[in-house]
C-alpha cells in the first residue's frame, strides 16, 4: 500500500475505532487502482497494446473470461494508468489550434452497463477526450459524431477505446457494438471486455486477437481478501484463516469472495466487534447465491427498479410468498411512488434478466397453477449497504 493509500484512509474514518474504516475498498463494485497478482494478464494485456507506445494504434481485440475473474478491474485499472501517461499528448488533441500531431493514442474507458444508448456511446468517447465538459442534453447524436470527426480526424494516433460488459442480457449486443464503433472515424482501435467465449459473439469477426482471462487462483485470492481487508478494516481486522476460508469457497470468483467479505464486515460491525468471526463468513457464504449477479449489474439498474430492490430485501417472508404479496407489500410502502402494475412490471422484467428468480411454489391449496415467489440473485446485506451509503 503506498502512502497515499494509508493517508486516505485515515481521512475517511470517523468517531471512533471500528472494524470498517472505508466501505469502498472493501465494496465488490469497486476496482483498485492497482489489482492484486494480476501480472501475467497485465503483461498479455499490454503486448496487444504495445503499437502505442510507437504511436501507433494496436488491431481490435476481444478479452473474454468468467465472472469474477478480475476482467474489469485489470482493464479498467490499466486505461486508466495509460490515460494518465497520455495526458502531455492528449492536451495536444484538445487545442483548438494544433501545433503538432500527437505522438501516441488517446485512452477510453466505457460501461455499457452505465453507456445505454447510441447518444449515451458517443457522448462517453467525446467525453474523455476533451477537457470542456459535454453535455448531456441539447445537442444530438449526430453532432456528437461529427465532433468526434472533427476531434480525431487532426489527430493521427486516433484513440484506443475499451468497452467493458459487453454482450449482457438487455445490454448492448456485438452487432450494436460493431454498429457504434462504425459510425467513428477510422484511427479508434477498441478493445471488447466481455464473458462469452470467443466462438459465441461476433465481435471476434473485427479482432485481431482474443485475450482470455481465468479464474483466481485460491492463494492469489487469499491476497486479493487480505489487501483489501488492510484497506478497508481495522488492524487485524481479517484472520488470514478466514481469508483462506473465504476464498476455497469462492471457486476463483473474485465478486463472490469480496461479497462475502463485505457482508462478514457488516454483520460483524453491526455486532459492535473489532474483528471478524467465523460465524460471520459462515452466515456471509451462505447468504451470497452460488449463481449469483454482479452487484455492478444490480447498482446500474434505473433508480425506480433499484428503489423496489431496496424494499424487497427488507420484506419478511410473508410478504415474499408470492409476487402478487410482494408487489403489494412493495406498493404500499410510502417511499415508493409507483403502481402496484409498474412494481410486478419491474418484478417480471428483472426476473427475465436473471437479477431476480421466480420460483415457483412446490405445492397449492387451491386449483391451477402454483403462485411463484421472488428470490434474490445476490447478497441482501450487500445490497442494502451499499445502496444506503450512495443514498
Not at 192 to 203: C, H, N, S
Amino acid at each position: 500500500m503506498d502512502i497515499d493509500a494509508r493517508i486516505k484512509r485515515r481521512q475517511r474514518r470517523t468517531g471512533g475505532r471500528r472494524l470498517v474504516e472505508d466501505y469502498e475498498s472493501l465494496s465488490p463494485v469497486a476496482h483498485v487502482e492497482e489489482p492484486s497478482d494480476r501480472g501475467p494478464t497485465l503483461e498479455r494485456l499490454l503486448d496487444h497494446l504495445d503499437p502505442v507506445f510507437d504511436g501507433q494504434l494496436p488491431p481490435n481485440a476481444y478479452v473474454s473470461g468468467p465472472f469474477g475473474a478480475g476482467k474489469s478491474a485489470v482493464v479498467t485499472a490499466l486505461f486508466a494508468h495509460l490515460d494518465r501517461l497520455s495526458t502531455e499528448t492528449r492536451s495536444i488533441i484538445h487545442t483548438s489550434t494544433r501545433a503538432a500531431t500527437p505522438t501516441s493514442p488517446a485512452f477510453a474507458c466505457l460501461d455499457l452497463r452505465e453507456t445505454t444508448s447510441e447518444f449515451a456511446f458517443y457522448r462517453g468517447v467525446l467525453d474523455a477526450l476533451v477537457e470542456e465538459p459535454v453535455p448531456e442534453h441539447g445537442i444530438s447524436t449526430a453532432e456528437l459524431r461529427e465532433r468526434l470527426h472533427d476531434l480525431l480526424g487532426d489527430a493521427g494516433t486516433g484513440v484506443v477505446v475499451a468497452v467493458d460488459h459487453v454482450c449482457e442480457p438487455e445490454g448492448t449486443t456485438g452487432e450494436e457494438l460493431v454498429d457504434l464503433f462504425a459510425g467513428l472515424p477510422s484511427n479508434v482501435s477498441w478493445l471488447a471486455v466481455g464473458r462469452r467465449d470467443p466462438d459465441e459473439t461476433v465481435l471476434t469477426e473485427y479482432t485481431a486477437a482474443e485475450i482470455r482471462v481465468d479464474r483466481y487462483r485460491r492463494e492469489t485470492l487469499v491476497d486479493l481478501l487480505m489487501t483489501r481487508a488492510s484497506l478497508g478494516l481495522t488492524r487485524q481486522g481479517l484472520d488470514h484463516d478466514l481469508a483462506r476460508r473465504i476464498a476455497e469457497w469462492a471457486e476463483g470468483n473474485a465478486h463472490d469472495a469480496m461479497a462475502a467479505l463485505f457482508v462478514a464486515a457488516v454483520r460483524a460491525t453491526e455486532d459492535e466487534r473489532a474483528r471478524l468471526a467465523e460465524a460471520d463468513v459462515t452466515a456471509a457464504t451462505e447468504e451470497v447465491p452460488r449463481e449469483s449477479v454482479s452487484l455492478a449489474r444490480v447498482l446500474a439498474l434505473p433508480a425506480n427498479k433499484q428503489l423496489v430492490l431496496r424494499e424487497l430485501v427488507d420484506l419478511p417472508a410473508e410478504d415474499r410468498a408470492s409476487v402478487t404479496a410482494t408487489t403489494e407489500a412493495i406498493s404500499a410502502v410510502p417511499a415508493v411512488d409507483l403502481s402496484p402494475g409498474t412494481v410486478k412490471r419491474y418484478l417480471y422484467e428483472m426476473a427475465e434478466v436473471g437479477v431476480v428468480e421466480r420460483v415457483q411454489a412446490e405445492a397449492t391449496d387451491g386449483q391451477g397453477r402454483p403462485p411463484s415467489r421472488v428470490e434474490l440473485r445476490f447478497p441482501p446485506t450487500a445490497f442494502r449497504r451499499l445502496y444506503d451509503l450512495r443514498g
